[in-house]
């Protein structure tokens, strides 16, 4: 069963679900380098959802998803419109 992303999506669980987006994240924001600790990805990462990780990253909530649903080969039409 694949996880669906959206902005509620925790980190945690997208990476858990979807390994490979770690890196895309990385590849994102610099800052998101951290989600390699074990100890932020057990604490932060649970809990952070993709829509504070962006606001963290400094990226536009709307370009990550969509990102991250293309990676993973998810649609992205049913993406909510968001600020």
Known sequence: MSLPIGPETTVGAMIEAYPELESVLV?????????????????????????????????NLRTMILRLRNVTGQSAPDLPLLQ
């Open 27 to 59: 590849e994102m924001a610099p800052a998101f380098a951290k989600l390699r600790n074990p100890v932020v990805r057990r604490t932060v990462a649970k809990v952070a959802t993709l829509e504070q990780a962006a606001k963290i990253g400094g990226i």
